[in-house]
C-alpha cells in the first residue's frame, strides 16, 4: 500500500490496493490509520460492483440508510448522487457534514465516481480540526458546552435536494430533522476536538436568540472553510472518497452544467457526539 499526501490540511491517496479483491482485517486496520491520520482519503481505479463496493463498506463500518433518497435496487444503504444534463442544482451543493440533524450522526461517508463531467465537479474537504485549533484560547472558552441546533430543512440546502427527491425519494421520510449536538466536538477515536457546525444545517445555538447567535455563527461557517483548511479532489470514473464526518466538511462544485455526473455513496454509522 503507498500513501501519497494530497495537501498540507488533509487528503491522501492510496495505491497498490485493488478493493474489488476484499479487504482483509490486516489492510482494513492499516487504510483505517491512513484515514484517521488524513480525514479523508482517495482511491483511483477502482472497478467495482455494487457488492464490491458494499464489502468495502462494511470492512470500514456499519453501513446506513440514508433518510431522504431510496437506495439503488438490491442495495438500500447505497444511494446515487447525481446530477442530470437538465439540472442547474447539484445535490449537496454547500459546505457540509453529512446529517448532523439525526441523533446520532455518521462516521463517514464514501462516494464510487460512475460517470463524471468532461471537466468540473471537484469536491472540497475542509479540516476541522484545523478550524478549532486556529480559534482564539478566548473563543475557545466561549465555545465550550454550546449546542447548535441542526436542521434538515434550512433553505440553502434543502433545494440541492430536490431534483432527488423528485426521482428519488423516500415515500415514508419525514418532513425535516431537528437535533442539538455541541459546537465542538471530541473525536471518539482520536481525542482530538474539531469543529462541528456547518452553513448548511445549522440554524442557531441552544438558549440562545437567533440575534444572539447570528454572528458568531456567520464567523465560524467563514472561519472553517480558509482556503489553508482544505483540500481538492478531481474525479475520474472509478475514483472512491472515504472522509471522516466527524472532523472534516465537504462542498461538491457546480460548474459543470449540460453534463451528467453520477456518484455512488454509501453512509456509516457513527456515534453520539460529545
Request: net charge neutral.
Amino acid at each position: 500500500m503507498k500513501v501519497k499526501k494530497l495537501a498540507g490540511a488533509l487528503g491522501a491517496e492510496i495505491g497498490g490496493v485493488d478493493l474489488s479483491k476484499g479487504v482483509s482485517p490486516d489492510l482494513a486496520a492499516e487504510i483505517r490509520a491512513v484515514f484517521l491520520e488524513h480525514l479523508v482519503i482517495f482511491f483511483r481505479d477502482q472497478t467495482l460492483t455494487p457488492a464490491q463496493f458494499m464489502a468495502f463498506a462494511r470492512s470500514m463500518g456499519q453501513p446506513v440508510e440514508y433518510p431522504f433518497v431510496k437506495g439503488i435496487e438490491g442495495f438500500p444503504e447505497i444511494i446515487e448522487v447525481k446530477k442530470l444534463e437538465h439540472e442547474t442544482v447539484n445535490f449537496g451543493g454547500i459546505w457540509h457534514s453529512d446529517t448532523p440533524y439525526l441523533p446520532i450522526p455518521p462516521m463517514g461517508s464514501m462516494l464510487l465516481a460512475r460517470e463524471v463531467p468532461p471537466y468540473g465537479g471537484d469536491t472540497l474537504f475542509a479540516n476541522q480540526y484545523l478550524a478549532y485549533d486556529s480559534l482564539s484560547d478566548t473563543m475557545k472558552r466561549l465555545l465550550e458546552g454550546l449546542k447548535g441546533i441542526s436542521t434538515s430543512a434550512k433553505a440553502d440546502v434543502s433545494k440541492t435536494r430536490e431534483d432527488r427527491l423528485r426521482s428519488d425519494g423516500k415515500a415514508d421520510a419525514p418532513q425535516s430533522y431537528v437535533n442539538a449536538h455541541p459546537l465542538v466536538r471530541t473525536h471518539p477515536e482520536t481525542g482530538r476536538k474539531a469543529l462541528f457546525v456547518n452553513v448548511a444545517h445549522t440554524a442557531g445555538i441552544e438558549g440562545m436568540k437567533d440575534e444572539e447567535s447570528a454572528g458568531l455563527l456567520q464567523y465560524l461557517f467563514a472561519h472553517q472553510v480558509r482556503v489553508e483548511f482544505t483540500c481538492r479532489f478531481q474525479w475520474a470514473v472509478g475514483s472512491i472518497a472515504f472522509w471522516d464526518n466527524r472532523c472534516a466538511q465537504h462542498n461538491p462544485i457546480n460548474d459543470y452544467h449540460g453534463y451528467r455526473r453520477v456518484l455512488q455513496r454509501i453512509t456509516l454509522a457513527g456515534d453520539k457526539p460529545f
